[in-house]
């Protein structure tokens, strides 16, 4: 950071040219050009980056959100399992009292489904999850990146405006 502020301060004790000539000392050049495009760059591409990062937080925060209502109607759905659950054992206690053995197997099915019911709802709220963070981290990527190349080419345009 210290080249960055030395960079900008060497500019302001540049004597004026009476004429106009191309610098070719390479070591001299680039750490101006390079310091100015990061200053611009910095400058300018902080506020997007927050603002493009707090709506992404915003939408993030909101598929939470979604997610957690989708676990608590997959708990509320166990509840009622468990419930349905509870009756078909006490049918089982009469059946098993009459001999019959079909409704284990049903409760054992049952159960089944609701854990595997439940397995999938969390399978896919952690997919969901990680796929919409993972895209969020690329739009932004793209976006800082083509804002850097486009504020890099305008830095550019106008000094070669200028000159």
């Given at each position: 950071?210290?080249?960055?502020t030395?960079?900008?301060?060497?500019?302001?004790?540049w004597?004026?040219?009476?004429?106009f000539?191309?610098?070719?000392?390479i070591?001299?050049?680039?750490?101006?050009?390079l310091?100015?495009?990061?200053?611009?760059l910095i400058?300018?591409?902080?506020?997007?980056?927050?603002?493009?990062?707090?709506n992404?937080?915003?939408r993030?925060?909101s598929t939470?959100?979604?997610?957690e209502?989708?676990?608590?109607?997959?708990?509320?759905?166990?509840?009622r399992?468990r419930?349905?659950l509870?009756?078909?054992?006490?049918?089982?206690?009469?059946?098993?009292?009459?001999?019959?053995?079909?409704?284990e197997?049903?409760?054992?099915?049952?159960?089944?489904?609701?854990?595997?019911?439940?397995?999938?709802?969390?399978?896919y709220?952690?997919?969901?999850?990680?796929?919409?963070q993972?895209?969020?981290?690329?739009?932004?990527?793209?976006?800082?990146?083509?804002?850097?190349?486009?504020?890099?080419l305008?830095?550019?345009?106008?000094?070669?405006?200028s000159?």
């Amino acid at each position: 950071m210290k080249n960055v502020t030395d960079s900008f301060v060497s500019l302001g004790h540049w004597p004026s040219a009476g004429s106009f000539g191309f610098n070719t000392d390479i070591l001299a050049t680039n750490p101006i050009n390079l310091s100015v495009v990061l200053g611009v760059l910095i400058y300018f591409g902080k506020g997007v980056l927050n603002d493009l990062l707090d709506n992404r937080k915003q939408r993030i925060l909101s598929t939470i959100r979604n997610s957690e209502e989708l676990r608590r109607g997959a708990i509320e759905q166990l509840e009622r399992a468990r419930a349905l659950l509870r009756k078909v054992e006490i049918e089982a206690d009469e059946y098993r009292m009459n001999g019959y053995s079909e409704i284990e197997r049903e409760k054992v099915n049952l159960i089944n489904a609701a854990c595997d019911s439940l397995e999938r709802l969390e399978n896919y709220k952690n997919e969901t999850l990680h796929f919409e963070q993972q895209r969020a981290i690329n739009r932004v990527r793209q976006r800082i990146f083509q804002q850097a190349l486009q504020r890099a080419l305008g830095t550019l345009n106008s000094c070669l405006n200028s000159e």
